[in-house]
């Protein structure tokens, strides 16, 4: 259950270490990337602000060319920290937005995700996990992470369910470009 009202004009994207190394080895892959492909398309259409981070990228590479190609035009954040909260760059990135509500995807469930979402919510920020959009090198470990996701405050999502709530009716007008993003 969404307990995290979304709305257009106080949400923030956050794509987290979608590297080539680590995405090499995760659960589902294919999956992830197509809804990390929707996610990332349709906040482009509803205007969203979109924050990427890369986890090391001189060691773990760099986001993967399916994402990269459709975050053209930004720059990932480096970060050496697995609390994406704990990186500088990161945070004054998330205040420079204006958002108090955060959507998050990426890798790892368990690890990054899991450690933003509840920092982010110590923080005081509306913390949503997409979860859809997240994944770990196995099953077991996504579900951890979105059990700690739960259990430190944040809330639980879709990738249709969010862009829809977003949208709020069928009268917006990016309601047939999201419409085409999710068929």
């Given amino acids: ?4 009202m979304l709305t257009q004009t106080d949400t923030a994207i956050i794509i987290v270490d979608v590297q080539d190394k680590l995405t090499a080895v995760i659960h589902n892959r294919e999956l992830l990337v ?4 929707k996610l990332v ?3 482009r259409a509803l205007g969203l602000p979109i924050i990427w981070v890369e986890q090391v990228p001189d ?4 986001t993967i060319p399916e994402l990269r190609e459709l975050l053209a035009g930004s720059t990932p954040i480096p970060k050496r920290t697995f609390s994406c909260a ?3 760059a990161f945070m004054k990135a998330l ?3 204006g958002r ?3 959507l998050l995807a990426g890798i790892e469930t368990h690890v990054c995700i899991a450690q933003t979402a509840t920092d982010l919510a110590d923080a005081g920020y509306q913390v949503c996990v997409v979860a859809d959009a997240v994944s770990s090198r196995t099953p077991e470990n996504r579900q951890i992470g979105l059990d700690i996701v739960r259990q430190g405050g944040g809330s639980i999502t879709g990738v249709e369910s969010l862009l829809f709530r977003l ?3 069928a009268d917006h007008p990016a309601f047939k470009e999201i419409l085409r993003i999710v068929k």
């Fill in 1 to 4: 259950m969404e307990k995290t």
């Fill in 167 to 169: 949208l709020g009716s």
């Fill in 59 to 62: 060691r773990m590479g760099p």
């Fill in 41 to 43: 398309r349709g906040a």
């Fill in 34 to 37: 197509a809804n990390l492909s």
């Fill in 95 to 97: 205040q420079n937005t």
């Fill in 100 to 102: 108090r509500t955060v």
């Fill in 86 to 88: 704990g990186d500088p």
